[in-house]
């Protein structure tokens, strides 16, 4: 398995409500990240995890709040988002959390487009 | 800090035409270099990467990058693009730190193929 899964595609939520994102993957991957990409934008580092601890925010209003249950799972929490939030939120993951050569490729989901009415 | 820069925002060719994407980047210490590309309605998907070695790297569907340590740059190239190279081209680079991996992508290049 190659690949990162994420769920929901699509998420809609008011300004007041709280929802979580989440991502998946298989392939044994021990670091793994967020990415936000605003329409003809490229993708904007968020937070990576590293053997499940946080090891960069870059950042993020605290409105988003991410978790690392275990290693093959990440999950951003969101909670009073403003409209401006509205984005594609990516996920991808990279074999070790250190930068080791031929370990940091990154490979990506496919997204969850949220928009915040 | 660390920049990524994509100069042609936009290009325009006719199918076997030749391309030349141009990549420059700031940071003065060690890096990787990657190409991504984006699919219309598709993920992020990498296109090649150069972490040392040779510097001229060929990736996948025909693509190559030429690594210029001392022009900072990396540039992609295909001698005869085809109608279903049409997508979104994000250079990017990773500075080894000991930290945790920081990629960081340039602006992207919207590359449209006619037929």
């Known amino acids: 398995d190659t690949e990162v899964t994420q769920t929901p595609k699509h998420l809609v939520m008011g300004m007041t409500n709280k929802k979580s994102l989440k991502c998946e993957q298989h392939?044994?991957?021990?670091?793994m990240y967020w990415y936000k990409q605003k329409a003809k934008k490229p993708p904007e580092l968020m937070f990576v995890?590293?053997?499940?601890?946080?090891?960069i925010n870059e950042s993020v209003p605290s409105r988003f709040s991410p978790e690392c249950p275990n290693s093959s799972l990440l999950n951003l929490h969101l909670h009073a988002l403003q409209p401006e939030d509205s984005a594609l939120y990516l996920c991808?993951?990279?074999?070790?959390?250190?930068?080791?050569?031929?370990?940091?490729?990154?490979?990506f989901g496919a997204g969850s487009r949220l928009t915040v009415l | 800090a660390q920049s990524v820069s994509q100069h042609n925002h936009h290009v325009i060719l006719s199918e076997a035409a030749s391309l030349e994407l141009g990549c420059n980047y700031s940071?003065?210490?060690?890096?990787?270099l990657f190409w991504y590309v984006q699919y219309p309605g598709q993920h992020l998907q990498l296109l090649l990467k150069?972490?040392?070695?040779?510097?001229l790297v060929k990736g996948i569907k025909g693509f190559e990058a030429e690594f210029i340590k001392s022009k900072f740059s990396f540039n992609l190239r295909k001698p005869s693009v085809q109608w279903s190279d049409t997508a979104e081209y994000f250079c990017?680079?990773?500075?080894?730190?000991?930290?945790?991996?920081?990629?960081?992508f340039g602006t992207g290049t919207q590359l449209k193929v006619e037929l």
């Open positions: 991808a993951s990279s074999q070790f959390g250190e930068n080791r050569p031929g370990a940091n490729v990154l490979t």
């Open positions: 940071y003065g210490g060690t890096v990787n």
């Open positions: 990017a680079v990773n500075k080894l730190t000991g930290g945790g991996n920081k990629l960081t």
């Open positions: 150069y972490f040392s070695g040779d510097p």
């Open positions: 392939m044994g991957h021990r670091a």
């Open positions: 995890y590293s053997y499940e601890k946080l090891s």
